[in-house]
Protein backbone atom coordinates (compact mmCIF):
# COMPACT_ATOMS: atom_id res chain seq x y z
CA UNK A 1 0.00 0.00 0.00
CA UNK A 2 1.56 3.03 -0.84
CA UNK A 3 1.60 6.48 1.09
CA UNK A 4 -0.78 8.04 -1.11
CA UNK A 5 -3.31 5.06 -0.71
CA UNK A 6 -2.38 5.08 3.54
CA UNK A 7 -3.10 9.29 3.48
CA UNK A 8 -6.35 8.32 1.89
CA UNK A 9 -7.18 5.33 4.51
CA UNK A 10 -6.81 7.56 7.24
CA UNK A 11 -8.77 10.86 5.83
CA UNK A 12 -11.73 8.32 5.26
CA UNK A 13 -11.46 6.87 8.80
CA UNK A 14 -11.17 10.37 10.38
CA UNK A 15 -14.05 11.56 8.52
CA UNK A 16 -16.23 8.27 10.27
CA UNK A 17 -15.02 9.35 13.48
CA UNK A 18 -15.73 12.49 13.04
CA UNK A 19 -19.37 11.83 11.46
CA UNK A 20 -20.08 9.51 15.09
CA UNK A 21 -18.75 12.12 17.51
CA UNK A 22 -21.05 14.93 15.64
CA UNK A 23 -23.71 12.67 15.67
CA UNK A 24 -23.23 11.47 19.41
CA UNK A 25 -23.62 15.70 20.22
CA UNK A 26 -26.34 16.60 17.73
CA UNK A 27 -28.40 13.25 19.28
CA UNK A 28 -27.71 14.57 22.71
CA UNK A 29 -28.07 18.35 22.17
CA UNK A 30 -31.67 17.66 20.73
CA UNK A 31 -33.07 14.39 20.81
CA UNK A 32 -32.00 13.46 24.17
CA UNK A 33 -31.72 16.94 25.66
CA UNK A 34 -35.27 16.87 27.29
CA UNK A 35 -34.38 13.67 29.25
CA UNK A 36 -32.73 15.50 31.70
CA UNK A 37 -34.28 19.06 31.36
CA UNK A 38 -37.76 18.52 30.74
CA UNK A 39 -38.73 18.33 34.17
CA UNK A 40 -36.56 21.18 35.35
CA UNK A 41 -37.78 23.14 32.88
CA UNK A 42 -40.91 22.84 33.79
CA UNK A 43 -40.26 23.46 37.69
CA UNK A 44 -37.99 26.85 36.70
CA UNK A 45 -41.03 28.11 34.37
CA UNK A 46 -44.14 26.89 35.28
CA UNK A 47 -44.99 25.73 32.09
CA UNK A 48 -47.12 21.97 32.04
CA UNK A 49 -44.29 19.53 31.88
CA UNK A 50 -46.70 17.73 28.84
CA UNK A 51 -45.91 21.22 26.82
CA UNK A 52 -42.52 21.12 27.89
CA UNK A 53 -41.83 17.46 26.27
CA UNK A 54 -44.04 18.16 23.28
CA UNK A 55 -41.19 20.33 22.78
CA UNK A 56 -39.46 17.04 20.52
CA UNK A 57 -42.95 16.75 18.73
CA UNK A 58 -42.82 20.16 17.20
CA UNK A 59 -39.07 19.58 16.31
CA UNK A 60 -39.91 16.26 14.37
CA UNK A 61 -42.58 17.59 13.00
CA UNK A 62 -41.13 20.32 11.41
CA UNK A 63 -38.06 18.18 10.49
CA UNK A 64 -40.65 16.12 8.67
CA UNK A 65 -41.18 18.83 6.64
CA UNK A 66 -38.25 20.11 5.67
CA UNK A 67 -36.59 16.00 4.91
CA UNK A 68 -37.26 15.51 1.12
CA UNK A 69 -35.91 19.01 0.21
CA UNK A 70 -33.17 18.31 2.19
CA UNK A 71 -32.51 14.91 0.14
CA UNK A 72 -32.36 16.90 -3.13
CA UNK A 73 -30.03 19.45 -1.79
CA UNK A 74 -27.84 16.45 -0.99
CA UNK A 75 -28.10 14.99 -4.27
CA UNK A 76 -27.27 18.18 -5.97
CA UNK A 77 -24.46 20.01 -3.63
CA UNK A 78 -24.10 17.25 -1.79
CA UNK A 79 -24.36 17.06 2.40
CA UNK A 80 -20.94 19.00 3.38
CA UNK A 81 -23.36 22.33 3.74
CA UNK A 82 -26.07 20.89 4.62
CA UNK A 83 -24.17 19.29 7.64
CA UNK A 84 -22.64 22.65 8.47
CA UNK A 85 -25.92 24.35 8.68
CA UNK A 86 -27.63 21.67 10.99
CA UNK A 87 -24.86 23.13 13.29
CA UNK A 88 -25.97 26.64 13.00
CA UNK A 89 -30.03 25.63 13.33
CA UNK A 90 -28.86 23.76 16.29
CA UNK A 91 -27.35 26.14 17.96
CA UNK A 92 -29.85 29.05 17.00
CA UNK A 93 -32.62 26.65 18.21
CA UNK A 94 -30.46 26.05 21.87
CA UNK A 95 -30.00 29.56 21.88
CA UNK A 96 -34.01 30.58 21.52
CA UNK A 97 -34.36 27.64 24.39
CA UNK A 98 -32.23 29.79 26.52
CA UNK A 99 -33.66 32.63 25.94
CA UNK A 100 -37.49 31.70 26.12
CA UNK A 101 -39.80 33.66 28.48
CA UNK A 102 -42.86 32.14 27.12
CA UNK A 103 -43.78 28.20 26.38
CA UNK A 104 -44.45 29.40 22.51
CA UNK A 105 -41.69 31.04 22.05
CA UNK A 106 -39.63 28.09 23.89
CA UNK A 107 -41.41 25.66 21.04
CA UNK A 108 -40.74 27.81 18.20
CA UNK A 109 -37.35 27.53 19.41
CA UNK A 110 -37.99 23.64 19.04
CA UNK A 111 -39.35 23.95 15.35
CA UNK A 112 -35.87 25.71 14.75
CA UNK A 113 -34.06 22.56 16.57
CA UNK A 114 -36.11 20.30 13.90
CA UNK A 115 -34.91 21.81 11.32
CA UNK A 116 -31.13 21.07 12.77
CA UNK A 117 -32.04 17.47 13.31
CA UNK A 118 -33.62 16.66 9.60
CA UNK A 119 -30.16 18.47 7.86
CA UNK A 120 -27.93 17.06 10.94
CA UNK A 121 -28.64 13.22 12.17
CA UNK A 122 -28.65 10.12 10.85
CA UNK A 123 -30.50 10.38 6.98
CA UNK A 124 -28.01 13.96 6.21
CA UNK A 125 -25.21 12.10 7.03
CA UNK A 126 -26.28 8.42 5.63
CA UNK A 127 -26.97 10.66 2.39
CA UNK A 128 -23.71 12.35 2.20
CA UNK A 129 -21.85 8.79 3.17
CA UNK A 130 -23.87 7.10 0.18
CA UNK A 131 -23.09 9.82 -2.08
CA UNK A 132 -19.38 10.06 -1.10
CA UNK A 133 -18.67 6.54 -1.35
CA UNK A 134 -21.57 4.69 -3.42
CA UNK A 135 -21.91 1.13 -2.45
CA UNK A 136 -18.90 1.06 -0.09
CA UNK A 137 -20.85 3.14 2.44
CA UNK A 138 -22.20 0.23 3.89
CA UNK A 139 -19.56 -0.10 6.50
CA UNK A 140 -18.87 3.31 7.04
CA UNK A 141 -22.90 3.94 8.03
CA UNK A 142 -22.64 1.03 10.20
CA UNK A 143 -19.68 2.82 12.01
CA UNK A 144 -21.15 5.77 12.17
CA UNK A 145 -24.28 4.16 13.56
CA UNK A 146 -21.74 2.32 16.51
CA UNK A 147 -20.84 5.86 17.67
CA UNK A 148 -24.66 6.89 17.89
CA UNK A 149 -25.20 4.02 20.01
CA UNK A 150 -23.50 6.00 22.67
CA UNK A 151 -25.11 9.29 22.52
CA UNK A 152 -27.34 8.97 25.46
CA UNK A 153 -25.06 6.97 27.27
CA UNK A 154 -22.82 10.19 27.02
CA UNK A 155 -24.87 12.79 26.57
CA UNK A 156 -27.31 12.34 29.41
CA UNK A 157 -24.80 12.40 32.57
CA UNK A 158 -22.95 15.44 30.75
CA UNK A 159 -26.28 17.70 30.56
CA UNK A 160 -26.84 16.13 34.35
CA UNK A 161 -23.58 17.89 35.19
CA UNK A 162 -24.32 20.76 33.64
CA UNK A 163 -27.58 21.20 34.88
CA UNK A 164 -26.15 20.66 38.53
CA UNK A 165 -23.79 23.26 38.44
CA UNK A 166 -24.65 25.87 35.68
CA UNK A 167 -28.95 25.56 34.84
CA UNK A 168 -30.44 24.69 32.14
CA UNK A 169 -30.98 27.75 30.60
CA UNK A 170 -26.76 27.81 30.29
CA UNK A 171 -26.99 24.17 29.25
CA UNK A 172 -28.79 25.21 26.15
CA UNK A 173 -26.23 28.20 25.93
CA UNK A 174 -23.22 25.58 26.36
CA UNK A 175 -24.49 23.26 23.97
CA UNK A 176 -25.27 25.97 21.09
CA UNK A 177 -21.47 27.27 21.40
CA UNK A 178 -20.47 23.60 21.01
CA UNK A 179 -22.60 23.01 17.99
CA UNK A 180 -21.63 26.38 16.52
CA UNK A 181 -17.77 26.56 17.50
CA UNK A 182 -16.95 23.04 16.89
CA UNK A 183 -19.60 21.13 15.07
CA UNK A 184 -20.10 23.60 12.17
CA UNK A 185 -16.23 24.57 11.13
CA UNK A 186 -15.29 20.62 11.49
CA UNK A 187 -17.92 19.45 9.12
CA UNK A 188 -16.77 22.44 6.74
CA UNK A 189 -13.31 21.52 6.96
CA UNK A 190 -13.48 17.74 7.24
CA UNK A 191 -16.50 16.52 5.29
CA UNK A 192 -15.44 16.35 1.34
CA UNK A 193 -17.16 18.86 -1.09
CA UNK A 194 -17.51 15.81 -3.81
CA UNK A 195 -17.12 12.07 -4.11
CA UNK A 196 -13.88 11.23 -5.29
CA UNK A 197 -12.82 7.54 -7.05
CA UNK A 198 -9.60 7.82 -5.25
CA UNK A 199 -11.53 7.87 -1.62
CA UNK A 200 -13.82 5.10 -3.23
CA UNK A 201 -11.26 3.12 -4.47
CA UNK A 202 -9.28 2.53 -0.68
CA UNK A 203 -12.22 1.13 1.09
CA UNK A 204 -11.80 -2.47 1.74
CA UNK A 205 -14.45 -4.39 -0.08
CA UNK A 206 -17.97 -5.27 0.39
CA UNK A 207 -20.27 -7.83 -0.41
CA UNK A 208 -21.35 -6.67 -4.18
CA UNK A 209 -25.10 -6.76 -4.66
CA UNK A 210 -26.92 -5.42 -7.72
CA UNK A 211 -29.98 -2.97 -7.05
CA UNK A 212 -33.26 -3.36 -8.01
CA UNK A 213 -34.59 -3.83 -11.06
CA UNK A 214 -36.51 0.05 -12.17
CA UNK A 215 -39.86 -1.51 -12.36
CA UNK A 216 -39.53 -3.17 -9.11
CA UNK A 217 -38.50 0.32 -7.20
CA UNK A 218 -41.94 1.20 -6.28
CA UNK A 219 -43.46 -1.56 -4.83
CA UNK A 220 -40.24 -2.04 -3.07
CA UNK A 221 -39.62 1.77 -1.25
CA UNK A 222 -43.49 1.43 -0.23
CA UNK A 223 -42.29 -1.52 1.72
CA UNK A 224 -39.82 -0.29 2.76
CA UNK A 225 -41.11 2.76 3.27
CA UNK A 226 -43.52 0.77 5.95
CA UNK A 227 -41.07 -1.10 7.92
CA UNK A 228 -38.92 2.68 8.53
CA UNK A 229 -41.75 4.09 9.46
CA UNK A 230 -43.11 1.40 11.63
CA UNK A 231 -40.15 0.91 13.39
CA UNK A 232 -39.28 4.74 14.17
CA UNK A 233 -42.40 4.55 15.94
CA UNK A 234 -42.33 1.60 18.26
CA UNK A 235 -38.70 3.12 18.93
CA UNK A 236 -39.70 6.83 19.78
CA UNK A 237 -42.76 5.40 21.57
CA UNK A 238 -40.63 2.99 24.36
CA UNK A 239 -38.13 5.59 24.54
CA UNK A 240 -40.70 8.01 25.79
CA UNK A 241 -42.69 5.66 28.00
CA UNK A 242 -40.63 2.52 28.82
CA UNK A 243 -39.96 3.35 32.18
CA UNK A 244 -43.45 3.74 32.97
CA UNK A 245 -44.55 0.95 31.45
CA UNK A 246 -42.20 -1.21 33.55
CA UNK A 247 -43.26 0.50 36.81
CA UNK A 248 -47.00 -0.39 35.55
CA UNK A 249 -45.73 -3.81 35.97
CA UNK A 250 -44.75 -3.54 39.47
CA UNK A 251 -41.30 -2.93 39.21
CA UNK A 252 -39.47 0.18 41.09
CA UNK A 253 -38.36 2.74 39.69
CA UNK A 254 -34.83 1.68 40.00
CA UNK A 255 -35.22 -1.51 39.04
CA UNK A 256 -37.06 0.04 35.73
CA UNK A 257 -34.15 2.60 35.02
CA UNK A 258 -31.52 -0.56 35.72
CA UNK A 259 -33.14 -2.61 32.71
CA UNK A 260 -34.22 0.21 30.89
CA UNK A 261 -30.07 0.81 30.41
CA UNK A 262 -29.57 -2.75 29.19
CA UNK A 263 -31.35 -1.37 25.56
CA UNK A 264 -27.97 0.83 24.50
CA UNK A 265 -25.70 -1.51 25.01
CA UNK A 266 -27.68 -4.12 23.22
CA UNK A 267 -27.87 -2.05 20.20
CA UNK A 268 -24.04 -1.36 20.27
CA UNK A 269 -23.66 -4.82 20.49
CA UNK A 270 -25.54 -5.46 17.47
CA UNK A 271 -24.24 -2.97 15.45
CA UNK A 272 -20.77 -4.68 16.72
CA UNK A 273 -21.56 -7.96 15.24
CA UNK A 274 -23.19 -6.50 11.80
CA UNK A 275 -19.62 -4.51 11.17
CA UNK A 276 -17.47 -7.91 11.59
CA UNK A 277 -20.04 -10.24 9.63
CA UNK A 278 -22.59 -8.30 8.00
CA UNK A 279 -20.10 -8.02 4.67
CA UNK A 280 -20.98 -11.44 3.21
CA UNK A 281 -24.87 -11.07 3.24
CA UNK A 282 -27.76 -8.79 1.64
CA UNK A 283 -28.72 -6.01 4.06
CA UNK A 284 -32.36 -7.08 3.66
CA UNK A 285 -31.73 -10.12 5.29
CA UNK A 286 -29.94 -8.21 8.14
CA UNK A 287 -33.20 -6.03 8.47
CA UNK A 288 -35.49 -9.19 8.64
CA UNK A 289 -32.98 -10.44 11.41
CA UNK A 290 -33.55 -6.88 13.15
CA UNK A 291 -37.14 -6.68 12.31
CA UNK A 292 -37.07 -10.76 14.26
CA UNK A 293 -35.68 -9.38 17.07
CA UNK A 294 -37.90 -6.90 17.79
CA UNK A 295 -40.80 -8.75 17.38
CA UNK A 296 -39.58 -10.93 20.11
CA UNK A 297 -38.61 -8.15 22.64
CA UNK A 298 -42.37 -6.92 22.07
CA UNK A 299 -43.63 -10.22 22.17
CA UNK A 300 -41.89 -11.52 25.22
CA UNK A 301 -42.88 -7.53 27.16
CA UNK A 302 -46.53 -8.44 26.04
CA UNK A 303 -46.52 -11.93 27.36
CA UNK A 304 -45.32 -10.99 30.82
CA UNK A 305 -42.28 -13.41 30.51
CA UNK A 306 -40.39 -13.17 34.28
CA UNK A 307 -37.55 -12.23 32.34
CA UNK A 308 -37.93 -8.58 31.13
CA UNK A 309 -34.23 -7.94 30.80
CA UNK A 310 -33.75 -10.79 27.76
CA UNK A 311 -36.85 -8.98 26.06
CA UNK A 312 -35.19 -5.95 26.14
CA UNK A 313 -31.82 -6.86 25.33
CA UNK A 314 -33.99 -8.40 22.04
CA UNK A 315 -35.64 -5.47 21.63
CA UNK A 316 -32.27 -3.52 21.68
CA UNK A 317 -30.14 -5.32 19.50
CA UNK A 318 -33.22 -5.63 17.43
CA UNK A 319 -33.59 -1.76 16.94
CA UNK A 320 -29.59 -1.17 17.00
CA UNK A 321 -29.98 -3.03 13.90
CA UNK A 322 -32.67 -1.22 12.13
CA UNK A 323 -30.58 1.90 12.48
CA UNK A 324 -28.25 0.45 10.65
CA UNK A 325 -30.84 -0.50 7.91
CA UNK A 326 -32.24 2.61 7.71
CA UNK A 327 -28.98 3.66 5.76
CA UNK A 328 -27.90 0.92 4.21
CA UNK A 329 -31.08 -0.73 2.59
CA UNK A 330 -31.88 1.72 0.34
CA UNK A 331 -28.64 2.22 -0.79
CA UNK A 332 -27.86 -1.31 -1.49
CA UNK A 333 -31.21 -1.59 -3.34
CA UNK A 334 -31.62 1.72 -5.13
CA UNK A 335 -28.14 2.27 -5.89
CA UNK A 336 -26.12 6.25 -4.94
CA UNK A 337 -27.60 8.04 -7.52
CA UNK A 338 -31.22 8.54 -6.29
CA UNK A 339 -30.16 7.97 -2.59
CA UNK A 340 -30.19 11.13 -1.02
CA UNK A 341 -33.56 12.00 -2.78
CA UNK A 342 -34.68 8.52 -1.39
CA UNK A 343 -33.48 9.40 1.95
CA UNK A 344 -34.83 12.53 1.87
CA UNK A 345 -38.58 10.76 0.75
CA UNK A 346 -38.08 8.22 3.65
CA UNK A 347 -37.48 10.52 6.22
CA UNK A 348 -41.02 12.77 5.95
CA UNK A 349 -42.83 9.49 7.36
CA UNK A 350 -40.31 8.08 9.62
CA UNK A 351 -40.00 11.82 11.35
CA UNK A 352 -43.45 11.90 11.43
CA UNK A 353 -44.16 8.47 13.44
CA UNK A 354 -41.57 9.27 15.38
CA UNK A 355 -43.30 12.90 16.37
CA UNK A 356 -47.04 11.38 17.22
CA UNK A 357 -45.90 7.70 18.48
CA UNK A 358 -45.46 9.23 22.58
CA UNK A 359 -49.11 11.13 22.12
CA UNK A 360 -50.29 7.49 20.71
CA UNK A 361 -48.68 5.85 23.56
CA UNK A 362 -50.20 8.03 26.27
CA UNK A 363 -53.48 7.64 24.61
CA UNK A 364 -52.91 3.41 24.85
CA UNK A 365 -51.92 3.71 28.00
CA UNK A 366 -54.38 5.56 29.50
CA UNK A 367 -56.93 3.63 28.22
CA UNK A 368 -55.57 0.28 28.20
CA UNK A 369 -52.68 0.11 29.89
CA UNK A 370 -48.99 -1.27 29.48
CA UNK A 371 -50.80 -4.34 28.54
CA UNK A 372 -52.26 -2.61 25.13
CA UNK A 373 -49.12 -0.78 24.75
CA UNK A 374 -47.26 -4.19 24.75
CA UNK A 375 -49.60 -5.86 22.82
CA UNK A 376 -49.77 -3.07 19.92
CA UNK A 377 -46.32 -3.40 19.74
CA UNK A 378 -46.07 -7.09 19.02
CA UNK A 379 -48.50 -6.58 16.40
CA UNK A 380 -46.81 -3.93 14.60
CA UNK A 381 -43.41 -5.30 15.09
CA UNK A 382 -45.03 -8.78 13.18
CA UNK A 383 -46.36 -6.87 10.63
CA UNK A 384 -42.50 -5.55 10.06
CA UNK A 385 -41.32 -9.02 10.33
CA UNK A 386 -43.90 -10.01 7.32
CA UNK A 387 -43.28 -7.07 5.68
CA UNK A 388 -39.35 -7.87 5.64
CA UNK A 389 -39.89 -11.57 4.53
CA UNK A 390 -42.28 -10.03 1.46
CA UNK A 391 -39.16 -7.52 0.57
CA UNK A 392 -36.25 -10.09 0.72
CA UNK A 393 -38.88 -12.52 -1.65
CA UNK A 394 -38.70 -9.22 -3.84
CA UNK A 395 -35.17 -9.30 -3.84
CA UNK A 396 -34.14 -12.72 -4.30
CA UNK A 397 -36.81 -13.36 -7.02
CA UNK A 398 -34.90 -9.80 -8.81
CA UNK A 399 -30.97 -11.72 -8.60
CA UNK A 400 -32.33 -15.30 -9.65
CA UNK A 401 -34.18 -13.42 -12.48
CA UNK A 402 -31.14 -11.23 -13.46
CA UNK A 403 -28.95 -14.60 -13.17
CA UNK A 404 -30.75 -16.79 -15.53
CA UNK A 405 -30.95 -13.78 -18.03
Not at 48 to 77: E, N, Q
Not at 214 to 227: D, E, M, S, Y
Not at 316 to 342: A, D, K, Q
Request: hydrophobic share 55%; with cysteine; net charge positive.
Amino acid sequence: MTAATLTRVAGTRGLIVTLGLLQILAWGSTFYLLGVLGKPIAADTGWPFAGVISGLSVALLAGSAISPLVGHTIAARGGRLVLAASSALMALGLAGMALSPTLPTYLAAWAVLGLGMATGLYDPAFSTLGQLYGQDARRLITAVTLFGGFASTVSWPATAFLLDHIGWRATCWTYAGVNLGLGMPTYLLLVPRQPTLSAKAVLPSSARTKELPLILHGRALLILGAILTISAGMMSLLTTHLLALLQARGLGLAAAVGLGTLVGPSQVASRVIEIFFGRGHHPVWTMLGGCVLVAAGAGLLWSGWPLPALALIAYGMGNGINSIVRGTVPLVLFGPGRYPVLMGKLGLPILLAMALAPAAGAILIQYGGEGLVFGTLAFFSTINVVLALVLARLCFISEDSMQKA
